[in-house]
């Protein structure tokens, strides 16, 4: 993001530059000011990722469009904070930014058998594995795998059509439930 407004300030683009500056801003504010919970809702985690993501659209402008699929039912389930932002940042950085135009990012969130899935799909140029997981997937798996044992997953596939779908799951708990 700090490499972004600095090319918007190069580029003379100083209107962009401070609205990413005050978005960075409230999403830094956000993450020193949370309530340090290893889970929050999945309302509060999407409120968290639109903020992020409208950072991003200042950055990649008409080349980004963003889709929510989100089961109404699954807001107060918990997850684990920030769970979702590293799968969004690969999917931009690795899928859309590959892109010279018609990037899509669809965020997923549905409940099945008990469990809560998540998953951030990119039409970008598709999955291609390495024999080294980068440093927020490996953070995502430790994290799922502390919480939830052998009950948290992390997926990493090709989607359908090109692109690449991370999906998260883990079994349900409502914040009702606490």
Known sequence: TLNAITV????????????????????LREVLHSKKHAETTLHEELEFI???LT????????RLDIRWTIDPTVQNILVPELILQPLVENAIRHGIS?????????????????????SVRD???GY???????????NTRERLSTLYGNS??????PAEGGGVIATV??????????
């Open 8 to 27: 918007l300030v190069r580029d003379h683009k100083f209107e962009d530059a401070s609205q990413m500056l005050e978005l960075l801003s409230d999403v």
């Open 169 to 178: 799951r883990f079994p349900v708990k409502r914040k009702d439930d606490e």
């Open 98 to 118: 590959h892109r010279t135009k018609g990037g899509v990012i669809e965020i997923i969130a549905r409940e099945a058998n008990d469990e809560i899935i998540l």
């Open 50 to 52: 639109e903020k992020y």
């Open 128 to 138: 291609r594995a390495s024999p080294e997981e980068g440093l927020g997937l490996a």
């Open 152 to 157: 948290g997953h992390l997926e990493l596939l």
């Open 55 to 62: 950072i991003e659209h200042v950055r990649f402008s008409d």
């Open 123 to 125: 039409n970008g140029p």
